[in-house]
């Protein structure tokens, strides 16, 4: 079975730094898909970005890139130039690339980061 | 349309009686999910539909709780005599297909006392 360990509860940064939240995953598979969820209080989950297994290429949107080591099954979120609205909890997950058996299209999260930012 | 859509969002109740939930999914998405999240833990998968065919459910989904997607639209989770162990945010996803994204409601926080 497949496992997401976020190992920072917390995090805090200070506006317009940049900080980078940790991300490992277990799996057997060689196709998948990673991703990062933001959870601001009291307001639905958003993907902020997602990372291909089969791309070698780090994902970048905006300020947000991921470092994806795929032997070290690490995935890691940088959020440069943070800003206040950056303050949430933010989820890594995981999803399996095959369309049959087992999990399909379902995803797997770690216990979250609550990242705040200090004006 | 506005997104996925999930009512109430808040839901008091006594231990033992029934709870209903609902979930509206983005109108074009045929997948549609459920899942569970507890203070402190990431969100954890209850199931899924395609269309109306619930394809797979986790093994948390005890047999107290019950989900179902008449005509492949709005979803419905049941919990039937409910548990102070219950009490959690129930969140709902709909994505177009298996390898997109999935797009998340607010959810239903359900305490139970």
């Known amino acids: 079975a497949q496992t997401v360990t976020q190992s920072q509860p917390e995090m805090s940064v200070q506006e317009a730094e940049t900080v980078t939240l940790s991300c490992t995953y277990d799996?057997?598979?060689?196709?998948?898909?990673l991703f990062w969820y933001k959870q601001p209080p009291s307001r639905q989950m958003i993907l902020v970005i997602r990372?291909?297994?089969?791309?070698?290429q780090n994902a970048t949107e905006n300020r947000f890139s991921v470092n994806f080591q795929k032997a070290a099954k690490s995935f890691s979120l940088k959020i440069s130039d943070s800003q206040l609205g950056d303050a949430a909890m933010y989820f890594c997950?995981?999803?399996?690339?095959?369309?049959?058996?087992?999990?399909?299209?379902?995803?797997?999260f770690g216990k979250g980061t609550k990242l705040s930012v200090k004006p | 349309d506005t997104g996925v859509s999930q009512d109430p969002r808040h839901k008091i109740t006594k231990r033992g009686q029934n709870v209903t939930f609902r979930c509206d999914p983005i109108s074009e998405h045929n997948r549609l999910y459920w899942y569970r999240q507890t203070l402190g833990q990431g969100p954890e998968f209850l199931t899924y539909?395609?269309?109306?065919?619930?394809?797979?459910k986790s093994r948390l989904l005890s047999d107290r709780f019950s989900a179902e997607r008449p005509k492949g639209s709005f979803s419905t989770l049941e919990i039937q005599r409910t548990e102070q162990g219950d009490s959690a945010m129930y969140l709902c996803?709909?994505?177009?297909?298996?390898?997109?994204?999935?797009?998340f409601g607010q959810g239903t926080r359900l305490t139970v006392v």
């Open positions: 799996t057997s598979e060689s196709d998948y898909y």
């Open positions: 539909f395609q269309n109306e065919a619930q394809l797979e």
């Open positions: 997950a995981y999803r399996s690339a095959t369309n049959y058996g087992g999990s399909q299209g379902n995803l797997i």
């Open positions: 996803a709909s994505s177009a297909g298996g390898l997109t994204e999935a797009f």
């Open positions: 990372q291909e297994a089969y791309k070698q």
